[in-house]
């Protein structure tokens, strides 16, 4: 069984170190607040390991099965008897696995700030928030049920906020912020009813009885959620639905991406940790994790999610070769990548052989926080060192930051799939899953693949190859001491093997041991799509020259619509600001101001008019008052006598 | 000679009650105006009086009430003319019209 202590104190201790350094930080720690917060992280992450590794080989597997454990559960929130919310911890093989990434990755970029942020006055509140975060990113991969998943959904939302408005004083990044947070919340409110749609059908919030329930075909609670329908599509449906909406504004799936460009605001650290390892890939996490009830529905919510998923791939990965900002390339390649993971659970079906989607897309989630955690962190030491994120700005950068540039070499040959890295084998079993489901959806994450190599290495040989180094005669420090190159190294020698781990053994759609298949005469395509890309950008941008400038003019219209990321955020615009704002804005705040506001206002004018005219019986004249009181108390006496019955 | 009946007292005091209430509500100077309260209190003092002496002759409330109602009236009294006093201290007038102003 699992230890509940050690599982409980893996959340509890960066949410200590949150109230710590928040309430007392500014105080008492100005200095030493990275260090207590990395401290306990590291705590935290040793404790993860652990419970990871009793998991998996002590007592975890019974009969050859992974189990699902409740570590911890009490009755939070009672509505009637049956009807209650609880608060638990579930321990099974994603959410061990995601403790262990969300940990990791997290104590990577505590390390890496100590130098990146170092001398910011607001160093201690920093690392409140990231503690903020961690412990609600850990709270969402231990939850045990749909509502508690809610809660933390919202509070990684929050952290996110925060950290992306963290320089509050630069308008682009509180515009940012806002952007991020109004996006993600306007997928939660779908979330939000999704969760009410399947718990009420399912008559329960947990997890396991939920699924349990909401996928035998024999139960009472799946005949009605099949029956009821609106618009033609059964409850259960539309919940799926809806809380896919969720995860994909979270993990910035097309059309609900927009934010995550914009998040690039944040220091770099953070763009590492929320926007590029763990936080975007709530979404995959949450289908993951209600997988069983994604796969019953029909029709399949599973095509949806395949074809988001692609759809968002491919698109992102055409925008990020165009981006000139290394921090956006970077964001357009995570949501590509996501689309992966996303469309790897789309062409996934539950139970054995044919649940090789579901481990591919959660292998690739885990080797993608590696290499995308790294790359981010190098990105953050060229930007440290080159103080801009223009890619123009940099180049010949290899002589200048030697162990960056290893180390990010190894994580784009990891992204590029590039045997034997890490990304090699996670998307190699993506791919399989898809050509074995889905021809259509295979082909083009080929063609994705390859242009993803392409802008990696496009990203790769810019900064540090093409034009030597100007450094405009700026006086320069190093590479930025052991603190940041620590992670960095940590990180590539991930990124190097961590694809030889045998997942299927750990993860898979029902817990059983799945051996993941590998062909060798499959691999060529994606290899070979792969090294195209690195051929191209080697011949673009390996020397300075003006190849790629005359391929951009001779697509001219594609190019400028592709550089301006396809209109998007000005598509969103006009929806919002002409359809929105003149359709349903407008005619709301002419009803709320005339007719809301006017009732009350006549309300009060009327008042105002009766209390004018009463205002004079009350004259101050002392014999006036008399008079009336006479008056009243002979009519009354009048009446009394005579009139009274 | 005709004897003093319950009818005459009652007369009189109601012919002081009116001309009481009369006063008050006619005069502007407060000490007039308090007099006329104490000719309204003194016509209810007859009325007592002559209730008892006529309808229960044996009994004494209404001498007892008489004597409460002298005493009330002399404390009224006394706040009164301290209030007037103040009244003539701030605005230099004993007219009620003068104390319009208290109602703000």
């Known amino acids: ?645 | 000679m005709m004897e003093v009946g319950l009818y005459h007292v009652l007369f009189v005091s109601i012919a002081l009650f009116f001309i009481g209430v009369f006063g008050f509500f006619t005069r502007r100077n407060l000490v007039t105006m308090l007099m006329s309260i104490e000719l309204i209190l003194n016509s209810v003092n007859l009325n007592f009086i002559a209730f008892n002496k006529y309808v229960w002759p044996g009994k004494m409330e209404g001498m007892f009430f008489t004597i409460f109602i002298i005493a009330i009236a002399a404390a009224e009294a006394a706040v009164a003319i301290a209030i007037i006093i103040n009244l003539y201290r701030s605005h230099s007038s004993i007219n009620v019209e003068t104390a319009e102003d208290l109602k703000y």
């Open chain 1, 1 to 645: 069984m699992p230890n509940t202590l050690n599982i409980v104190l893996i959340p509890l201790l960066p949410f200590i170190g949150f109230l710590m350094l928040g309430m007392f930080g500014k105080k008492y720690f100005q200095s030493l607040g990275g260090f207590i917060g990395t401290g306990l992280l590291l705590a935290s992450t040793i404790l993860s390991f652990h419970t990871a590794y009793e998991y998996f080989f002590v007592y975890g597997k019974v009969d050859g099965v992974y189990q699902q454990f409740i570590a911890l559960q009490y009755v939070w929130l009672e509505f009637s008897p049956g009807m209650q919310i609880d608060m638990g911890i579930l321990v099974d093989p994603v959410s061990v696995m995601m403790l262990v990434v969300v940990t990791f990755i997290s104590l990577m970029v505590h390390i890496y700030s100590l130098g990146y942020m170092k001398g910011d006055d607001r160093f201690p509140i920093y690392y409140s928030f990231l503690g903020l975060f961690t412990f609600s990113m850990l709270g969402l991969v231990l939850a045990s049920n749909i509502f508690q998943i809610y809660i933390f959904w919202e509070l990684v939302g929050v952290s996110s906020f925060l950290l992306i408005g963290y320089y509050y004083d630069k308008p682009s990044a509180v515009a940012a912020c806002k952007k991020a947070f109004i996006v993600t919340r306007f997928a939660d409110l779908g979330f939000l009813i999704g969760i009410l749609i399947l718990s009420y059908c399912a008559g329960t919030f947990d997890f396991a009885t939920l699924i349990e329930r909401l996928t035998s075909t024999s139960s009472n609670e799946f005949k009605t959620a099949i029956t009821f329908s609106f618009l033609g599509v059964s409850a259960l449906t539309w919940g799926a639905i809806l809380v896919f909406i969720g995860g994909a504004g979270k993990s910035a799936m097309f059309p609900l991406h927009i934010w995550l460009p914009d998040a690039m605001e944040g220091p770099t650290p953070v763009s590492a940790l929320i926007h590029a390892a763990t936080m975007v890939v709530a979404g995959v996490y949450l289908v993951a994790r209600l997988f069983p009830v994604f796969a019953i529905t029909t029709p399949g919510v599973l095509e949806i999610i395949g074809w988001v998923g692609i759809v968002s791939a491919v698109i992102a990965a055409i925008i990020a070769c165009t981006q000139t900002d290394i921090k956006r390339v970077l964001a357009y390649s995570t949501m590509s990548q996501i689309g992966f993971m996303m469309f790897a659970l789309g062409v996934s079906s539950y139970g054995g052989e044919n649940g090789l989607g579901y481990t591919a897309s959660l292998f690739h989630l885990f080797t993608h926080a590696i290499f995308k955690a790294l790359l981010f962190l190098g990105a953050g030491a060229v930007i440290h060192y080159v103080h801009s994120n223009e890619m123009n700005d940099m180049g010949g950068l290899r002589k200048h930051l030697p162990i960056t540039h290893f180390t990010f070499l190894i994580a784009c040959l990891a992204i590029a799939g590039v045997p034997p890295f890490a990304g090699f084998f996670s998307k190699e079993e993506i791919l399989l899953a898809a050509f074995e489901h889905n021809q259509v959806i295979y082909y083009a994450a080929l063609f994705t693949s390859g242009l993803t190599a392409f802008y990696m290495f496009r990203l790769y040989f810019n900064v540090f190859w093409n034009k030597p180094y100007n450094d405009h005669g700026v006086h320069h420090h190093g590479e930025g001491g052991w603190v940041m190159m620590l992670p960095l190294v940590l990180l590539a020698i991930g990124a190097a093997t961590a694809g030889f781990i045998p997942f299927g053994k750990f993860v898979s759609s029902d817990g059983k041991l799945l051996e993941l298949p590998f062909h060798l005469s499959f691999s060529i395509a994606p290899v070979a799509f792969g090294l195209i890309g690195i051929g191209v950008a080697f011949l673009f941008y390996k020397t300075n020259n003006n190849k790629a400038d005359k391929l951009s003019i001779s697509l001219n219209g594609f190019y400028t619509a592709v550089h301006n990321k396809l209109y998007i955020d000005e598509l969103y615009f006009f929806i919002t600001k002409k359809i929105l704002f003149n359709l349903i804005g407008r005619p709301a705040a002419w009803v709320d101001k005339t007719i809301v506001d006017g009732m009350i206002n006549q309300i009060g004018l009327i008042t105002q008019n009766v209390s004018e005219g009463i205002k004079k019986i009350q004259s101050g004249k002392l014999q006036q008052y008399a008079i009336y009181f006479f008056t009243s108390i002979l009519l009354m006496s009048v009446y009394f006598i005579y009139l009274w019955k």
